[in-house]
């Protein structure tokens, strides 16, 4: 079996594994890692043939920018108190806790390669997160709480990471050099973002066609990424400031980008998540593979060092989410404190992944002078260890645990504040429409048509902001408007018969039928 087959049917698997995972209730990305770790068993399977240094270029930026595209700036402004004790405090404590217990272990290793080791595996994956809080109905600041969590705290692991690889291949270590190359790395990768950023809007204007736009928001996360990363910057960090500055700038009347971009980044999202996880599978048998019969004498250490990167996280996380409890206040978001249950859901979701898999075998496999990488295969296995367990077997307990401790998504909280939303859209369209009125641009029986729609969507949204007669009318023409809409679409799909007809006949421009059918389906979506 080559390559090309291998990741068709990683793909294939990927889009069967959402709504196998629906129905057995696991996460879609657990699923495509057993997968991948069962193709891997298969001798017509040869081992993955990607460069390490590939991994994190090829999957991060798409995945990046699709959780960035469904949030907003602000919202990470407001968050800097969970940015600050997870995504930094967090993991600089793991990374001191598992580096202490790895050196006490093995005392012949350098400090350096515990230290790799401790930041390579504390930072959970931002793409297990935001895969595996998708697919559970957890409350919202929770999911919140996790992406914002998995999508920071790679700038300072990956900093740490690099600081310790270079210590151990020189024989040399600074950690006032490593705390300025943190700061550098976040500048340039805040410069590289925002400029590649206001280059993106500038061009999607030139553009105008929304397939090109879409294209070009393919395009151009991998260059952000690389360009930041060349520069010694973090590119997670520049492709998260990106995603951040185009979903706040994006024009909001430019319908067609946003209907084609959000079909399509949904599925990027879907494929490169599935293949994520899928090539994790793999490479963990290919570790346990590579190191063999050794795997016993390993097993201990990592073990312990498992236990020491969940017990962190937990006795961080419970005073963490007090402290985070008591200096915010209530007003700053509208929710309600973070339990206890919530926390402890919070804990048992810190998976390990893509991350932690590309930074593990991107380690060097000599030092300077030639001599072997320190702990390269102790290093690997333990890290591997720590993704299967995190993973798989918190990723499979996830959804046990939030049914036990009755951590769900308060829907009747979301309708409302949908409600609200669409309160608020009706009430600008009767501001824009008396305004054209006043001007008199408005014809009177026109104007009566349209704000009387208008405040029947306020009516079926609030209804007991308007009066008896008014609800009355509201329900008879809600039957009305029922009906009208079965046979609106009942005629619009008798025309989309036709033109499917027509596309066969003879001397029809089938890309002429299309066009019209595309404006068609719009026209369905509207009403």
């Not at 928001?217 to 360009?227: G, H, W």
């Not at 296995?381 to 951590?407: D, E, I, S, Y």
């Not at 799909?493 to 596309?503: H, S, Y």
């Amino acid at each position: 079996m080559d390559q090309l087959t291998i990741l068709f049917v990683i793909f294939l698997a990927t889009i069967f594994s959402v709504p196998v995972g629906r129905r057995i209730g696991l996460p879609s990305p657990v699923l495509m890692t057993l997968f991948g770790a069962a193709m891997a068993l298969l001798p017509q399977v040869p081992n993955p043939n990607i460069e390490p240094d590939l991994i994190l270029p090829l999957v991060l930026p798409p995945l990046l920018f699709a959780a960035a595209r469904r949030t907003h700036w602000r919202q990470f402004r407001a968050s800097w108190r969970t940015v600050l004790l997870l995504a930094v405090l967090l993991v600089l404590v793991t990374t001191a806790a598992v580096a202490g217990v790895f050196h006490l272990l093995n005392p012949g290793l350098p400090i350096g390669a515990a230290v790799l080791l401790g930041a390579l595996i504390s930072p959970p994956d931002p793409v297990a997160a935001t895969a595996v809080a998708g697919d559970l109905s957890l409350p919202r600041r929770l999911i919140n709480t996790l992406e914002t969590e998995g999508l920071f705290n790679d700038v300072t692991a990956v900093v740490i990471y690099v600081d310790a690889v270079g210590s151990v291949v020189s024989h040399h270590f600074s950690a006032a050099g490593a705390l300025g190359e943190l700061a550098l790395s976040a500048a340039i990768a805040l410069a590289v973002g925002l400029g590649l950023g206001w280059f993106s809007i500038r061009a999607m204007g030139v553009l105008g066609d929304a397939t090109l736009q879409v294209g070009l928001s393919l395009l151009i996360p991998y260059a952000v990424y690389e360009v930041a990363d060349r520069l010694h910057g973090s590119g997670v960090l520049a492709v998260l400031v990106y995603g951040l500055y185009l979903s706040d700038k994006v024009d909001a009347d430019d319908v067609a980008y946003r209907l084609v971009g959000t079909a399509f980044w949904d599925i990027v999202e879907l494929l490169v998540t599935g293949f994520a996880f899928g090539l994790i599978g793999q490479e963990l048998y290919v570790v346990v593979k590579e190191v063999g019969d050794a795997w016993s004498s390993l097993l201990g250490d990592a073990l312990a060092v498992l236990a020491v990167v969940v017990l962190t996280r937990l006795l961080w996380l419970l005073p963490a989410a007090w402290l985070a409890n008591r200096l915010t206040r209530r007003r700053d978001t509208g929710d309600k404190p973070v339990s206890w249950r919530e926390t402890v859901v919070m804990w048992w979701a810190g998976m390990r992944g893509v991350v932690t898999v590309a930074l593990a075998l991107a380690i060097p496999l000599t030092v300077n002078g030639g001599a072997a990488f320190p702990g390269r295969d102790e290093i690997l296995f333990t890290a591997f260890a720590v993704v299967l367990f995190t993973l798989v077997v918190q990723g499979l307990t996830l959804p046990v645990l939030t049914r036990l401790l009755k951590v769900g998504a308060d829907d009747q909280a979301q309708r409302e504040a949908e409600r609200r939303l669409w309160y608020r859209v009706a009430k600008a369209e009767l501001r824009q429409l008396n305004e054209a009125a006043e001007a008199g641009d408005v014809p009177e029986d026109l104007y009566e048509r349209l704000s009387s729609r208008r405040a029947g969507r306020l009516a079926q949204a609030f209804p007991d902001a308007v009066d008896e007669e008014l609800r009355t009318h509201v329900s008879q023409r809600f039957g009305e408007a029922k009906l009208l809409h079965r046979l609106d679409q009942e005629m619009i799909a008798a025309g989309r018969r036709e033109l499917q007809a027509a596309r066969s006949e003879p001397g029809i421009d089938p890309e002429l039928v299309d066009r019209v059918m595309r404006r068609l389906d719009l026209r369905s979506e509207r009403h």
